[in-house]
């Protein structure tokens, strides 16, 4: 079942939507007057022309399109960004060129998806202690490489 989100759409790019039919995420376009170049290690953020309204209880992430990393060497950055139920700006899409070439980014270029999720409240409690596992306060590289 779809959750209904209402949503403004400044450019002239059709709404996001899914490729497929399993698809966990919707394309967001690129709302530039005209093409963008993104040079090595540069960041830019890209304005996508869309505004939406969030139920309560919900988020959107914004995440890269894995066709644009392994292809042009282009992400996003703050991945996954969040945009809260209650923030009402433009979506816009920090990009950065991680290949050693400039990057043209496209008036309505594919840039990054977004998927929409149900989000989790929690509520603190106060402890002195919490349970011991197997890990325990094994960190980074613990349970090994294989």
Known sequence: MAVEIRIINQ???????????????????????????????????IPTGLFIEL????EAQIRPRSG?????????????????????????????NLSGQEQVIEPGDRIAQMVIQKVEK?????????????RNEGGFGHTGKK
Not at 55 to 58: A, I, L
Request: some cysteine.
């Open 122 to 134: 929690a509520d603190w409690m106060l402890t002195t202690d919490i349970s011991v596992t197997e």
């Open 11 to 45: 450019s002239s790019h059709p709404l996001p939507s899914y490729a497929t039919e399993g698809s966990s995420g919707m394309d967001l376009r690129a709302h530039l007057a005209s093409a963008c170049q993104l040079q090595p290690m540069e960041r830019k953020l």
């Open 55 to 58: 139920p309560e209880g919900y």
């Open 68 to 96: 644009l990393a392994i292809k042009q060497g282009i992400t996003c950055l703050n991945s996954p960004g969040t945009i809260d139920q209650d923030y009402r700006g433009e979506i816009k899409i920090i990009l950065v």
